[in-house]
């Protein structure tokens, strides 16, 4: 398959890359403005932005695809085990 190829299957399946990018934008902006962004650590920002990136596709492409809700439900996840590790109790 070629890169054309598969970029145009992603756009119908997602949306147009620059919506989704435009949009992932403005929802970490949001998420960057809250008071404890700065003691969140690598593993949970990088969900953060991940879930706003599905949550992005979801919204600008095809909102039936169940994928992007399972990888939101598995960076969240991630998220988590994060957090239990910061707290000890992994």
């Known amino acids: 398959m070629s890169i054309d190829s598969t970029l145009n299957e992603r756009g119908a399946r997602y949306g147009n ?27 949970q920002k990088t969900s953060l932005f991940m879930i706003c990136n599905k949550i992005a596709r979801a919204v600008n492409g095809d909102p039936q695809y169940f ?11 991630l998220a988590e085990r994060a957090c239990e590790v910061v707290r000890g109790e992994s």
């Open 17 to 43: 890359y620059s919506d989704v990018a435009g949009t992932t934008q403005q929802l970490m902006a949001i998420v960057e403005c809250g008071a404890n962004y700065e003691h969140l650590n690598a593993e």
């Open 67 to 77: 994928d992007n809700y399972r990888d939101i439900a598995g960076y969240a996840t």
